[in-house]
């Protein structure tokens, strides 16, 4: 069984900008993540086509402006799941 959580308010948080403001790379994973299941880093980049530096600076601006959030994995501390709030 996977457990994670939330840091607190992390689900609360509102985006800042329109999600058409945001990069070609930041809407793609934004795509990707729609469906609101968690994912890890390297499930998403398996989906593009883009070198790995590029998928973790997309997942960071949505980070940052609200769109994503990132939840930990108690069973296994290695891995980072990142989902729609």
Same mark, same amino acid.
């Given at each position: !069984?996977?457990?994670? %959580?939330? %840091?607190? @308010?992390?689900? !609360?948080?509102?985006?800042r +900008?329109p999600?058409d403001k945001? #990069?070609? /790379?930041?809407q793609?994973?934004? @795509? +990707?993540?729609?469906?609101?299941e968690p &994912?890890?880093? /390297? ?8 070198? #790995? *530096? %590029?998928?973790? @600076?997309?997942? *960071? *601006?949505? +980070?940052?402006?609200?769109?994503? $959030? &990132?939840?930990?994995n ?5 891995? $980072?799941?990142? !989902?729609?709030?």
């Open positions: !069984m996977t457990t994670y %959580t939330v %840091t607190p @308010n992390q689900d !609360m948080i509102e985006p +900008i999600e945001l #990069p070609g /790379s930041a793609a994973v934004l @795509n +990707i993540l729609e469906d609101h &994912r890890t880093f /390297s499930e998403i980049s398996g989906q593009v086509k883009w070198a #790995p *530096r %590029t998928v973790r @600076n997309a997942l *960071r *601006r949505l +980070i940052e402006e609200g769109f994503v $959030v &990132r939840k930990f108690f069973s296994d501390a290695r891995q $980072v799941y990142y !989902m729609r709030p």
